[in-house]
């Protein structure tokens, strides 16, 4: 059973950061493309960013020079560092992991649809 557990969320002032964790029961992490989205109330789940197992990255618009991911697959485990946080930056970050073939992941990594397991989800909460 695959299960990813994020860690890391809390709260902090505008202009703050923090680091999320997302740690997978995975065998095979280290050849696995790995996301992270967010859902802020009211709203649909957003991508966040994307890291390929070959550790090329992928960002939103929102957050590019901002966030940073990165991925240990000693620990199978995939961060996603948040500097210079915003108030819009508030949601519930989730870790995904895509299981489909790789070579379609360039027009995939986006779409929440195409990730096949999910965490439960961390709560971000910035303050202005």
């Known amino acids: 059973q695959v299960q990813l557990v994020e860690s890391g969320g809390g709260l902090v002032q505008a202009g703050g950061s923090l680091t999320l964790s997302c740690a997978a029961s995975l065998d095979t992490f280290s050849s696995t493309n790995m996301g992270w989205f967010r859902q802020a109330p009211g709203k649909e789940r957003d991508f966040v960013s994307a890291?390929?197992?070959?550790?090329?990255?992928y960002y939103a618009d929102s957050v590019q020079g901002r966030f940073t991911i990165s991925r240990d697959n000693a620990k199978n485990t995939v961060y996603l560092q948040m500097n210079n946080l915003k108030p819009e930056d508030t949601a519930v970050y989730s870790c995904?992991?895509?299981?489909?073939?790789?070579?379609?992941?360039?027009?995939?990594?986006?779409?929440?649809?195409?990730?096949?397991?999910w965490g439960q989800g961390t709560q971000v909460t910035v303050s202005s």
């Open positions: 890291i390929r197992w070959s550790g090329f990255t």
């Open positions: 995904a992991a895509y299981d489909g073939p790789d070579q379609y992941y360039n027009g995939r990594f986006f779409s929440s649809d195409h990730y096949h397991y």
